[in-house]
């Protein structure tokens, strides 16, 4: 495996690749690589001929100073895994590799009203900062297909918005979320959780999963209610937001017969550790 640390060794690295003829496969991530990642980074491994993996945490995507400077950070182990996956180059570019003082990089992308909900809303300028560095790095990797994983459910739309307005060549692969044997969507931000916080954590996909019954006979604001309800109850956690949803503008309804695609994205504080995570209501 390949580690590239500059824009211009990467662009070498491309370069070569798409001479031959190689299809690139591309899993960007901010590190703090878990068993997510990793599947991920198997698909890319196995549909393409050659595999790149960024590992480098986007500061333009944080609205808070303190997020960015708890966002855990593991290198050395992310390239050994990286390594034993079989990815054959990773990329961990410097904040001035990747937004250089010479090159102009565009701010203001047109994402839709999918950015502006959820996230959108709770996280002032977050999607305009993930499409910031999506599109750069697609600019530099120049994949044929890019893999991102459903627990960033609004995350992909958002990506897909971008990918169309700037007319990218490139196919968005979304792969199933990762749990743990207990429900717990895997993120790099469960190692921020003490003893307590991780098992009270699974709670929020219990929550999620036995509200797709629920919803079989009540409407959606008492689907809604009782998720909520549920999870506030527990000592710590706190629903910052849940938004049942059309999955594909990600407009929230008010009938289930609204949309045969409904999805229920929802934020949860346990502690001062922001877990977010999604379930699919309809089709069932």
């Not at 980074?41 to 100073?65: K, L, Y």
């Not at 709670?203 to 006979?217: N, T």
């Amino acid at each position: 495996m390949q580690i590239i640390r500059s824009v211009a060794e990467l662009t070498q690295y491309v370069a070569a690749r798409k001479n031959q003829h190689q299809t690139i496969g591309f899993v960007p991530t901010m590190g703090a690589l878990h068993e997510g990642h990793l599947s991920l980074v198997e698909r890319a491994v196995g549909e393409n001929e050659c595999s790149i993996v960024s590992v480098f945490v986007n500061p333009t995507q944080f609205n808070n100073p303190d997020d960015l400077r708890t966002y855990p950070r593991t290198e050395e182990a992310d390239i050994e895994l990286l390594a034993k996956a079989g990815v054959s180059a990773v990329f961990v570019p410097s904040v001035g590799e990747m937004y250089p003082e010479e090159v102009e990089v565009k701010k203001d992308f047109n994402l839709g009203s999918a950015a502006e909900v959820m996230e959108g809303k709770f996280r002032p300028g977050h999607f305009q900062g993930v499409a910031q560095v999506v599109n750069r790095l697609f600019e530099l990797v120049r994949p044929n297909r890019a893999y991102f994983g459903q627990k960033d459910f609004q995350q992909i739309a958002v990506i897909r918005n971008m990918v169309e307005s700037e007319g990218i060549d490139v196919e968005i692969i979304d792969c199933p979320i990762k749990r743990a044997d207990d429900g717990l969507a895997l993120s790099s931000r469960n190692a921020l959780l003490s003893a307590d916080q991780r098992r009270r954590a699974p709670e929020i996909y219990a929550a999620l999963s036995d509200s797709v019954e629920y919803s079989k006979s009540h409407s959606v604001r008492a689907t809604h209610d009782s998720v909520v309800e549920r999870l506030d109850a527990i000592p710590e956690m706190k629903v910052e937001y849940f938004e049942i949803v059309d999955a594909r503008t990600l407009l929230p309804i008010e009938e289930w017969d609204e949309s045969p695609d409904v999805q229920g994205c929802i934020t949860v504080f346990n502690g001062k550790v922001r877990l977010i995570d999604n379930i699919c209501y309809r089709p069932f």
